[in-house]
């Protein structure tokens, strides 16, 4: 038996070692959140608190519409990541499948739109909100985020989409499907790798985004879960238990979207349709 | 059941004309097989009919509807793909049901059918299995099922059968011939294995860039081919090849090779011209070892350079006007490597033809 570890153990040690420095900052407000109240700071550079204690969520519940807030948060994700999906599979089926004029030249714009960052967008979209009176409701958030993750969706999209074999649409297409008919009964069944990977990032994009919910957002009753510790900084959010326990609810659904979708992102879900 | 009528039948893919003036009339019932070397168009052919591709020009025809420009699945027709294309994420039975579902069948006749069709293709067992679990002799089965269930007007196969191996390929041409003769349902089947096309096809169509070749019976094929190509291309092994001149009377016509060794042909091909160059064609069945009967200008001799036993019959490559021939001839023959020996010719099933056009003369 040879000594040396096989390059896949190397691999993994790699990977755990840089998982593990990841984890500090998560493992730091997971402490700061549980440290039971009147500790006055966590020991070990915040990672080792004495006692754990669940008093700091419930003070964020008591004080704060935590649940409201986090409707809000998932009416404008769950909508926009309905939207972008539908969106994006239906452009990237027909970037993928269909030759039309000007098709290359729009899809390497869609790429290039990738290349601006957010913060440069935000005047500009305010400036759209304001004109479409999309201040301070929900569209105002559910259509830039839309619009902003398209571009990747298709991308993505459109690469899983050209792997699949022709013949499966021709076959369909025998069996009396329309163009549609196979997207919807064909295409998109198979493409539940894509989709999760467009659903995932897309959830997390949109749940965790800060700056465009800040300036398009005023009724209080309205913003997303990640406006919550700024709203309610003055009344309870300067002391760090309350405080790292809102950060932490925010974490945990894109955590529980994560989990859900990963199962699906297995590949070779088209093993079987072709040949032996 | 219907007839399929392709009338001057183009297609163009960019500037590469794939397709041209194909004219064929399948009969309602018929069982015709497309055959022709790698690219001559062949499936293109077929996928014009499945309206799987466009015609560039000309109509298609079935029954008595102008098909040409309606879409694929308007044409009542069914087709099974070579890589059999089943929806990976479907059963079996939602695969082969796939087809009545979207046609708005019944959910409890949909079953009925499915059930149908599994039973004849013995599939009852993988009903609720995915493709993936499947061999690659049941995923062929699935397309067939999926093809048979919605009982089109037309079954159009692409070499279905060439990714089995050997044996189970031909067990699976026997199933088809017998589903053939039940269900009576027209069928175009392509295929590149001559001897597919043989043994199923009622009428074989010979292709070749794009035109067809001929048209006729396997037997008409293998006994009068219109053309050298046509000849090669059907019999297994090849028909054999040899460059001669006509020489003497025009009543027996005799032939001289490139090394000056004679054959006279006799009575049946007379009337060429002395001095015509032509292509001999002798099928390596049509060869046997020389005996009493046959005449001294009725034969060829050779050095002996292969032997292939084959169990029914051995084969054996025989260098001829140095060119080599295959005979066909009976199992125990008593022949051994570099023995030179006489070859008697079945004359009469010998065939001329012209060696610049190809045309059998
Ligand atoms: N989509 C296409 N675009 C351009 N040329 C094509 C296309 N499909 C087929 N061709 C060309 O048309 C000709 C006929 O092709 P086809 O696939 O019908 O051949 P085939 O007889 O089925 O051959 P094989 O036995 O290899 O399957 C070929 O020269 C091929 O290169
Ligand atoms: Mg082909």
């Known amino acids: 038996m040879p000594l040396t570890p096989s390059p896949r153990t190397i691999k993994t040690a790699v990977l755990t070692v840089l998982a593990g420095i990841w984890l500090v900052p998560v493992l730091m407000m997971l402490a700061v959140a549980l440290m039971p109240p009147g500790q006055r700071a966590a020991g070990f550079g915040g990672l080792a608190i004495k006692g754990v204690s669940l008093a700091s969520f419930g003070t964020a519940f008591d004080r704060a519409p935590i649940l409201l807030h986090f409707v809000n948060s998932l009416i404008i994700t769950v909508t926009s990541v309905v939207l972008v999906v539908v969106i994006s599979s239906l452009a990237a089926y027909a970037f993928a499948r269909t030759r039309f004029r000007g098709g290359e030249s729009l899809f390497y714009g869609l790429l290039a739109t990738l290349m601006l960052p957010i913060p440069a967008l935000i005047v500009p979209i305010f400036q759209l909100n304001k004109t479409f009176g999309l201040l301070d409701t929900y569209w105002g958030l559910i259509l830039p985020y839309t619009a902003l993750g398209v571009p990747f969706a298709v991308i993505i999209y459109r690469s899983f989409f050209s792997a699949i074999p022709q013949e499966l649409e021709e076959a369909a297409k025998i069996d009396g499907c329309s163009t549609f008919g196979i997207w919807l009964r064909i295409i998109m069944p198979l493409s539940w790798p894509a989709t999760s990977v467009v659903v995932i990032f897309q959830f997390m994009t949109s749940f965790n985004e800060f700056i465009l919910a800040l300036v398009t957002m005023d009724s209080n009753s309205l913003k997303p879960l990640t406006l919550v510790p700024l709203i309610y900084a003055g009344p309870f959010m300067a002391q760090p238990g309350p405080m790292f326990a809102t950060l932490t609810l925010i974490t945990i659904p894109v955590v529980v979207v994560y989990l859900l979708m990963q199962r699906f992102m297995i590949g070779g879900l088209t093993a079987g349709a072709v040949k032996g | ?361």
Do not use: W
């Open chain 2, 1 to 361: 059941m219907a007839t399929v009528e392709l009338r001057r039948v183009n297609k163009t893919f960019g500037t590469h004309q794939a397709i041209q003036g194909l004219d064929l009339s399948i009969a309602n019932g018929e069982f015709v097989a497309l055959v022709g070397p790698s690219g001559c168009g062949k499936s293109t052919t077929l996928r014009m009919i499945a309206g799987l591709e466009a015609v560039s020009g000309g109509a298609i025809v079935i029954g008595e509807r102008d098909v040409s420009h309606l879409p694929a699945r308007d044409r009542d027709i069914a087709m099974v793909f070579q890589s059999y294309a089943l929806y990976p994420h479907m059963t079996v039975a939602e695969n082969i049901g796939f087809g009545l579902k979207l046609r708005g069948t019944r959910r409890a006749r949909v079953a009925e059918l499915v059930d149908e069709a599994a039973e004849t293709l013995q599939l009852k067992e993988v009903l609720g299995r995915k493709p993936k679990e499947l061999s690659g002799g049941q995923r062929q089965r699935v397309a067939m099922g999926r093809a048979m269930v919605r009982h089109p007007q037309v079954f159009l196969f692409d070499e279905p059968l060439s990714n089995l191996d050997a044996k189970l390929r031909v067990h699976m041409r026997a199933q088809i011939k017998k589903l053939h003769r039940q269900l009576t349902t027209t069928t175009i089947y392509v295929t590149h294995d001559q001897t597919e096309a043989m043994t199923l096809a009622d009428r074989i169509v010979v292709m070749n860039h794009g035109r067809i070749e001929q048209v006729g019976t396997p037997h008409e094929l293998y006994g009068a081919p219109v053309s050298k190509f046509v000849a090669g291309f059907i019999g297994s092994p090849e028909m054999n090849f040899l460059d001669a001149v006509v020489e003497g009377a025009a009543e027996t016509c005799d032939l001289t090779f490139a090394d000056g060794s004679r054959l006279s042909l006799g009575p049946v091909h007379a009337g060429l011209p002395a001095g015509r160059p032509v292509t001999l064609g002798i099928r390596p069945e049509h060869l046997h070892l020389a005996g009493p009967a046959d005449p001294p200008d009725g034969r060829l001799s050779g050095l002996v350079e292969v032997i292939e036993p084959l169990g029914a019959d051995t084969l054996i490559h025989v260098v001829v006007a140095g060119r080599t021939l295959v005979a066909r001839l009976a199992a125990k023959v008593a022949v051994e490597v570099g023995d030179r020996i006489e070859l008697g010719v079945d004359r009469a099933r010998a065939h001329l033809f012209d060696p610049a056009s190809g045309l059998a003369l």
